[in-house]
């Protein structure tokens, strides 16, 4: 079992910045691939960002791509998502996952418990 635990949102004007941190359990994080995903009031979850086990690799939502930055840091078992420049719809709860699975890197398996991120304008 993975536990996920997230923290560093809050309240931010349009065009600022909010770095969120998912802190995970365990000594096999790197064994995992990690995402970042936030659901507005009214709308499903969404991707945002992912990135691969060894964090060379990284994909992120159209809507985000050259505001947001993931990464990782597998000797402190964390994962980051930098928000910059962010947008009134932006506002979400955003929520960190981890998959392990060889055959779909679509597919998560555990979520942290969420973390609300508002941009006021």
């Known amino acids: 079992q993975v536990q996920l635990v997230e923290s560093g949102g809050g309240l931010v004007q349009a065009g600022g910045s909010l770095r969120l941190s998912c802190a995970a359990s365990g000594r096999t994080f790197s064994t995992y691939y990690m995402g970042w995903f936030r659901q507005a009031p009214g709308k499903e979850r969404e991707f945002v960002a992912h990135?691969?086990?060894?964090?060379?690799?990284?994909a992120y939502a159209d809507s985000v791509k050259g505001r947001f930055t993931i990464s990782r840091d597998n000797a402190k078992n964390t994962v980051y998502l930098q928000m910059n420049s962010l947008k009134p719809e932006d506002t979400a709860v955003y929520y960190c996952?981890?998959?392990?699975?060889?055959?779909?890197?679509?597919?998560?398996?555990?979520w942290g418990q969420g973390t609300q991120v508002t941009v006021s304008s």
């Open positions: 990135i691969s086990r060894s964090g060379g690799s990284t």
């Open positions: 996952a981890a998959g392990s699975s060889y055959l779909n890197f679509n597919e998560y398996d555990y």
